[in-house]
């Protein structure tokens, strides 16, 4: 049986412990410059640290350039805020001939408000062509 996961009552998000199964490849501290009208962090900003954090595993994979081709699937589950502390973590789900498709997950901790405890802000998936150095596709090598 699944062990319920505490709410937390200042933002009534759930609190969850940061993944153990997928790779951390970015953190970074979203500031005042990168927020919306609405004083959270603006959406766009949070896409391009994705698109970042999803090139790592696949640029390793690939062992070269790649292009961002497809953004499959953009989940927005809570409001990013200045001061959280961002952790990008990033699994390959398929290889394809000259393809690559990651899943990346977002979570921020919020240390600001006077105690440690993460939450879930964004998931993602993205796929990455493998290219030469003329832009056009070329076979991802065999792992």
């Keep these: 049986m699944s062990q319920a ?3 937390d009552p200042r933002h009534g998000a759930e609190s969850v ?4 199964d997928k790779e951390l490849v970015l953190r ?3 500031m005042p410059a990168d ?10 900003w949070v896409m391009a640290q994705v698109d970042l ?17 497809a953004v499959n699937q953009f989940i ?3 409001p990013v805020k200045v001061g959280d502390l961002l952790s990008f973590y990033a699994e390959i789900t398929r290889v394809g001939n000259t393809s ?3 899943n990346v997950e977002v979570y921020a901790q919020r240390l600001r408000d006077g105690g440690e405890y993460a939450v879930k802000v964004t998931e993602a998936t993205l796929t990455y062509v493998a290219t030469d150095e003329h832009g056009k596709p070329r076979p991802v090598p065999p792992a």
């Design 100 to 102: 690559i498709t990651v």
């Design 5 to 7: 996961t505490p709410q």
């Design 28 to 30: 970074v501290i979203p």
């Design 17 to 20: 412990k940061l993944p153990t």
């Design 76 to 78: 927005f589950k809570q």
């Design 35 to 44: 927020c919306n009208a609405n004083g959270d962090i603006f959406g766009g």
């Design 53 to 69: 954090a999803g090139a790592v595993l696949p640029v390793r994979r690939a062992r070269g350039r790649l292009a961002t081709v």
